[in-house]
């Protein structure tokens, strides 16, 4: 049985080491990560082309099944996965890593309505972790940003006060907490991204009494078969493989 792997993320590394050598795996990544960590098994690197390179690769490499444990955020792929093997008749699986309970976080639905909660609020010094992709919404707004982010944001997208921390993580909730007093955070930004690797920065946030505006998931598409841990997801590619 082959499967394509949609990954870039912990989950799909942890899916692809369950299911070797059982199960031949595919794991994609997306390239946009420098050095990123690799999978056990088969990695190919890059895009598809949108849904007509995708539909070709999937037909010319004989996929039998394709399970998608992208982060949460990477909506256009999902939907390009969800909509293809559709299409296709292939067995379509979206590996879901279980989102953050908001808490006391001010939840919004994009990065530019995040801008203008920093900006209603008049939040001074701002930490912000949605991403190098994330930062154009916050350009304009008169606020000071550690913006941290794996890879450099692009600097025409940058706010006119600001540091840029380049980092990946995991982070512990110590280090977190000092990074939030060093530089006398009064709110955080972030993504819903779920999982345990960046999880402390809201801990700490909420032992200092620090401000979280968090942005929502984007929805999946509709119809779509999900799972929220990697155990149920090898339950399902043993229950595709008999059929």
Known sequence: MRILLLGGTSEARALAA???PDVEVISSLAGRVPDPALPVGQVRIGGFGGADGLRNWLRENGVDAVVDATHPFAATMTATAATVCRELG???LVLVRPAWAPGDAIVVASDTEAAETVA?????RVFLTTGRSGTAAFKDVDAWFLIRAVTPPDPQ???????????RGPYGYDGELALLREHRIDAVVTKNSGGAMTRPKLDAAAAL????VMVDRPPLPSGVQTVGTTDEAVAWVSAVSTR
Do not use: E, I
Request: charge should be positive; charged fraction near 20%.
């Open 18 to 20: 369950q299911l070797y």
């Open 90 to 92: 292939v067995p379509h």
């Open 209 to 212: 009494g620090v401000a979280v």
């Open 120 to 124: 209603d609020k008049r939040f001074s």
């Open 157 to 167: 997208d940058l706010p006119r006060h600001h540091h840029v921390l380049l980092s």
